[in-house]
């Protein structure tokens, strides 16, 4: 029985209907958003002058990207100078 859960989660995953789109309610510069699932941050707009994704410890500039994988826990910082539009697909 034990070894049964693990693959019906495995096959689930084929079958089951993809994570809402979430529209982020973007405040003042910099936002900053943590996600709680994984999945991406999608970024279009607006004038971006700075991205930062912080992982524990670790701030990385990724600056340019408009597509972001993000892991539970990760906190992504956007700088911007005209509102871009976030949103957030969860997997």
Same mark, same amino acid.
């Given at each position: /029985?034990?070894? #049964?859960?693990?693959?019906?989660? +495995? +096959?689930?995953?084929?079958?089951? =209907? ?6 982020? !309610?973007?405040?003042? *510069? $910099?936002? *900053?958003?943590?996600? !709680?699932?994984? &999945?991406?941050?999608?970024?279009? &707009?607006? !004038? ?10 670790? *701030?990385? !500039? #990724?600056?340019?990207? =408009?597509?972001?994988? /993000?892991?539970?826990?990760?906190? #992504? ?6 509102? $871009?539009? #976030?949103?957030?697909? &969860?997997?």
């Amino acid at each position: /029985m034990f070894l #049964i859960a693990p693959w019906i989660q +495995f +096959f689930q995953q084929f079958v089951q =209907k993809a994570a809402a789109v979430i529209g982020l !309610n973007v405040t003042a *510069s $910099p936002f *900053s958003y943590t996600p !709680n699932q994984l &999945g991406h941050v999608v970024i279009t &707009g607006g !004038n971006v002058t700075q991205l930062l994704l912080m992982r524990g410890d670790v *701030s990385i !500039n #990724i600056t340019g990207q =408009k597509i972001i994988p /993000m892991s539970i826990g990760d906190t #992504i910082e956007v700088t911007y100078s005209v509102l $871009p539009t #976030i949103q957030f697909l &969860g997997s």
